[in-house]
């Protein structure tokens, strides 16, 4: 397996701008996380689905972000508008009850600069 | 609420000292316990980890010991090498949906 996928591995954007970031868990793998994290607060879980249902949101800052899971090998983390303050890496993780619930395989993040 | 305290780095050590990284939790129950490492540019891998009380996680020469009475799970080496500098994050999970609350992190770098 390749891992859990990000793109794009890094966004430099404007204020104001939409911005998109992509993951594919690991096949097999029914939960999903997004976290971010920045030199100031550290690694912040965003959100997590399990089964492609959001399960908690509650680590979502504003209504400007929003996350979406169509299915089980693709989900979005979506900024709009974004903001300087969202300059971070976004993290991306999945995991299964059956290889150890809370063994997190994370792929390689998405640094987004945003101007 | 559940939280996670580590040491403040950076810290900086000579290649072959050895290695202390504390780190203290606050949990209601009984939590699983974990240290994960960050290398530069990469993200996040499992380096260790502990589900009950005096258990022992070991991984690549690190070992950490779950401690319920002083809820701590240091994580030590006993002789670094210049390829272990890196970020590393301790962190706890009440085993409710996979959910890892992270500490803040502690930066590793081992000079030749």
């Known amino acids: 397996d390749a891992g859990v996928i990000q793109s794009p591995r890094h966004e430099v954007t404007e204020m104001g701008q939409e911005v998109t970031l992509r993951c594919k868990p690991i096949?097999?793998?029914?939960?999903l996380f997004w976290y971010r994290q920045t030199m100031m607060r550290g690694l912040e879980l965003l959100i997590y689905?399990?089964?492609?249902?959001?399960?908690?949101d509650s680590g979502m800052p504003e209504d400007r972000f929003s996350a979406k899971m169509p299915n089980a090998s693709f989900s979005t983390l979506k900024i709009q508008p974004s903001e300087p303050r969202d300059s971070a890496v976004y993290f991306c993780a999945s995991t299964d009850r059956l290889s150890g619930a809370n063994v997190l395989t994370f792929g390689a993040g998405s640094r987004l600069t945003v101007l | 609420g559940n939280s996670v305290t580590q040491m403040e780095g950076p810290v900086t050590l000579s290649e072959e000292a050895f290695l202390t990284i504390n780190c203290t939790y606050t949990a209601t129950g009984y939590p699983s316990l974990f240290w994960y490492v960050q290398y530069p540019g990469e993200g996040l891998q499992l380096l260790l980890k502990a589900t009950k009380a005096d258990d022992k996680g070991s991984n690549k020469g690190f070992e950490a010991t779950y401690r319920k009475e002083t809820t701590s799970f240091h994580l030590e080496k006993g002789s670094v090498q210049v390829s272990d500098s890196a970020v590393y994050f301790c962190?706890?999970?009440?085993?409710?949906?996979?959910?890892?609350?992270f500490g803040q992190g502690t930066e590793l770098s081992v000079k030749p």
């Open positions: 962190a706890l999970s009440n085993n409710q949906g996979g959910k890892l609350i």
């Open positions: 689905f399990n089964n492609n249902v959001p399960i908690d």
């Open positions: 096949s097999g793998h029914d939960y």
